[in-house]
């Protein structure tokens, strides 16, 4: 699960025109550093939600690193104005514990409100019996 922190006060701040502009933007950036394999979808308004099924577990902490370094290496640039922004990203995989896709989910949700918890613009991933900040 991946979420545009703060990105009301961005709509509040700059308009919902520009807020457009910053959602695609986040968009591409994120998309440029996926794989092709992967599938990224917009979960609802500035949340989105990231499935790799061909990517092994082993490279989450490289992916989510780059993913959040990726929209926070450069403002949004909006009609001359530069509009920062980060994100907080909740990762979760499928174990013998995890039945369904709704419960991975759930579990990654949890763990990306943690991160924006932890201060946002991180990553946290859910473990098995227990949420770890890594």
Not at 62 to 68: E, G, K, Y
Request: proline fraction near 4%.
């Amino acid at each position: 699960m991946i979420d545009i922190d703060h990105f009301k006060a961005v709509n509040d701040t700059f308009g919902h025109f520009a807020g457009d502009i910053v959602l695609q933007e986040v968009i591409r950036r994120l998309q440029e550093n996926l794989p092709p394999t992967d599938l990224f979808a917009r979960y609802g308004g500035e949340e989105f939600v990231l499935m790799l099924p061909r990517t092994p577990c082993s490279e989450i902490p490289s992916i989510a690193t780059r993913l959040v370094e990726s929209v926070t290496e450069q403002p949004v640039s909006v009609t001359g104005v530069g509009i920062s922004v980060t994100i907080s990203v909740g990762t979760a995989h499928f174990t013998e514990k995890v039945a369904t896709l709704y419960e991975l989910v759930s579990h990654a949700d949890q763990a990306m409100y943690l991160a924006k918890e932890a201060g946002r613009n991180r990553w946290v991933s859910w473990e098995i019996d227990q949420i770890q900040d890594l």
